[in-house]
């Protein structure tokens, strides 16, 4: 595990900030692929909002934060801002399941 402390420039920063925005949204892509594969299982575009599982993983989330000392109030945001789009994802997808 790379420390932030241990940069000695704003470059080497900016390349461990790159490094990780590279995995995040090779993360990001597969959990896509997770949601969109979810909307089979799904009955009702109700399931699939799922308000009180969108909840769940606000909560838990916020501990796994709190777990790895960063900021709960931002991963929040974070997941709250990727869930809303991957629930406009599975919409449409389970829109077009039912349509078939």
């Known amino acids: 595990m ?6 000695t420039s704003l470059d ?3 390349q461990n900030i790159d490094r990780i925005d590279e995995a995040l949204v090779a993360l990001i892509a597969e959990r896509g692929r997770y949601v ?3 909307a089979a299982f799904k009955k009702t575009s109700d399931d699939v909002r799922a308000p009180q599982r969108v909840e769940q993983v606000i909560a838990k989330v916020r501990a796994l934060a709190t ?3 960063a900021n709960p109030d931002i ?7 990727m869930i809303a789009g991957f629930v406009e994802a599975e919409l449409a997808e389970h829109a077009a399941l039912r349509a078939n």
Do not use: G, L
């Open 12 to 14: 080497e920063v900016r």
């Open 2 to 7: 790379h420390q932030a402390t241990s940069c």
């Open 36 to 38: 969109k594969r979810a």
């Open 75 to 81: 991963a929040e945001q974070v997941y709250r801002a």
């Open 67 to 69: 777990a790895q000392q």
